[in-house]
């Protein structure tokens, strides 16, 4: 004769286990408070408005915020390290030629470099540490260096069609490095705060770095809007906050070094300075 079932003892287990399963999902899954105290402070743009940082937007925005991650946009600028550079490094094919000197990709004590080298010689003529990424990787990656304040691009960068070194597009066939000024940096970063009014320098705050193409490039400085939506969690309508920016175009976000103005100039060197002239009102 078969056994009976004990019914009490079956919801008693499916309820432990939706039990177990509640628990689960609140240690693994981030609270909304979690996402939007973020720990580090984070810049304050010209204009006076406070960054918040994308991963404020999590409570509201999930899955914009997730798929975003794998974007080239948002990762088309990066501090430098193993899980950011592209190439491989050390090894004897390592490295360009140039007239008279060969830049070579080495790796020492966790730090990667690009070391010149004037033929002949065993010592490097210059090392240069490698301290921000620029590019995706979807055509290639550049890198940055600082010298003190000041940022310059370096002479190899990485071409991923062959997997290889070349010399960096527009570089000469001599040891050589760029200064970054706002005309290049702003294209891959959310913000950096340059030290001259008009972005023609290539000295920054380097605390002041927000790399990749966050939301906050397009949408400006939400800090305010965070603030709002959280003291207010039932209020689903983007306050004011928004208004200038939604007002603008994708094309004039991205004509100018911030995308928070644009004055209708057909100069570029003349709509990059009066673009920042708009950020600060």
Not at 92 to 101: H, K, P, R, V, W
Not at 136 to 142: D, F, H, L, T, Y
Not at 170 to 182: A, H, L, M, S, V
Not at 188 to 200: L, R, Y
Request: charged letters at 20%; hydrophobic letters at 30%; glycine letters at 8%.
């Amino acid at each position: 004769m078969p056994k009976k079932v004990n019914i009490g003892i079956i919801f008693g287990v499916l309820g432990l286990v939706l039990v177990g399963l509640g628990l689960l999902f609140f240690v693994w899954y981030p609270v909304q408070e979690e996402y939007q105290l973020i720990p580090a402070e984070l810049p304050v743009h010209y204009n006076g408005k406070r960054f918040a940082g994308s991963e404020s937007c999590v409570p509201c925005h999930g899955s914009i915020y997730r798929t975003h991650l794998i974007t080239a946009h948002a990762n088309t600028s990066a501090l430098a390290n193993d899980s950011t550079l592209l190439g491989s490094f050390g090894t004897e094919n390592d490295q360009i030629y140039l007239t008279g000197s060969q830049v070579k990709m080495v790796k020492e004590d966790g730090v990667h470099y690009q070391n010149t080298v004037m033929r002949g010689r065993a010592k490097p003529l210059k090392e240069s540490p490698i301290s921000i990424v620029i590019g995706s990787g979807v055509k290639g990656q550049s890198h940055l260096t600082w010298q003190q304040d000041s940022l310059y691009q370096l002479q190899v960068s990485y071409f991923t069609a062959t997997d290889d070194w070349i010399n960096s597009p527009g570089f000469p066939e001599y040891p050589f490095k760029r200064p970054i000024t706002d005309e290049c940096i702003k294209c891959h970063v959310t913000f950096a705060k340059n030290n001259s009014f008009t972005g023609k320098t290539n000295t920054y705050d380097k605390g002041s770095f927000i790399y990749g193409i966050s939301c906050e490039r397009c949408h400006g400085p939400l800090q305010a809007h965070v603030d709002h939506h959280t003291n207010d969690p039932k209020d689903t309508i983007a306050n004011s906050v928004f208004q200038r920016y939604l007002e603008q175009t994708i094309a004039t976000r991205c004509l100018c070094p911030m995308p928070f103005g644009f004055t209708g100039s057909t100069s570029k060197r003349k709509s990059v300075f009066l673009c920042r002239r708009r950020e600060t009102g």
